[in-house]
């Protein structure tokens, strides 16, 4: 059963920048099946995309954070990894890493995200 | 960016109800819409997936309908581990967007 858990700083002051990892288990990261994804959820608030990555590192990010945001991974190590520039207390949120599949289409088009990780919460703040 | 209204935005329904959902994409998404269900303190988990394909493990009284701009999410028969708030997300636009969510209430 594939299971993802989300790891990193619980808070990060302002300006900084946000590092997470998601750590891959009962699955290989290097499925050519799917990508991985990054999906945040401020405090009472809904669900906003981040942006995904392939194994061989092929990424795309949402247009709204993409001057900000960097996803790498590293098949080594079955993980693929978070980085938030120049945060701000908008940034504060609980952050999900996900599989993401594509169920019609192909690639990019037509995906779900599922399973997801439990979720960590990271928050901005002096 | 496609955007996703939901609505309503919040629901009271009792156990045992046939409850709808309704979510409209701002332009043509054909059938490339998927529901989540999120409980508090908990992550999504897919219900839903092109617009009307059950998840695998999901009760039967979940279904999904629509395409293009109009979708629903309907439950047949309230249970009480159904209380949760319900998103929409689009996949047609490679900037994926969800809905802001329906949170259904215990009446």
């Known amino acids: 059963q594939l299971q993802l858990q989300e790891s990193g700083p619980g808070l990060v002051k302002p300006s900084e920048t946000l590092s997470l990892t998601c750590t891959v288990s009962g699955g290989s990261i290097s499925s050519r099946s799917y990508y991985w994804g990054w999906i945040r959820q401020p405090p009472g608030k809904g669900l906003e995309w981040i942006g995904s990555?392939?194994?061989?590192?092929?990424?795309y990010y949402n247009p709204s954070l993409k001057s900000r945001v960097t996803i790498s991974v590293d098949t080594s190590k079955n993980q693929f990894s978070l980085k938030l520039s120049s945060v701000t207390a908008a940034d504060t949120a609980e952050y999900y890493c996900?599989?993401?599949?594509?169920?019609?289409?192909?690639?990019?088009?037509?995906?779900?995200?599922?399973?997801w990780g439990q979720g960590t919460l990271v928050t901005v703040s002096s | 960016d496609i955007q996703m209204t939901q609505s309503p935005s919040s629901l009271s329904a009792s156990v045992g109800d046939r409850v709808t959902i309704t979510c409209r994409a701002s332009q043509s998404i054909s059938n490339y819409l998927n529901w989540y269900q999120q409980k508090p303190g908990k992550a999504p988990k897919l219900l839903i997936y092109a617009a009307s394909s059950l998840q695998s493990g999901v009760p039967s009284r979940f279904s999904g309908s629509g395409s293009g701009t109009d979708f629903t999410l309907t439950i047949s028969s309230l249970q009480p581990e159904d209380f949760a708030t319900y998103y929409c997300?689009?996949?047609?636009?490679?900037?994926?967007?969800f809905g802001q969510g329906t949170k259904l209430e215990i009446k």
């Open positions: 990555i392939y194994y061989s590192g092929s990424t």
């Open positions: 996900a599989r993401q599949e594509s169920r019609i289409g192909f690639g990019e088009y037509g995906v779900v995200f599922d399973p």
């Open positions: 997300q689009q996949s047609y636009s490679t900037s994926y967007t």
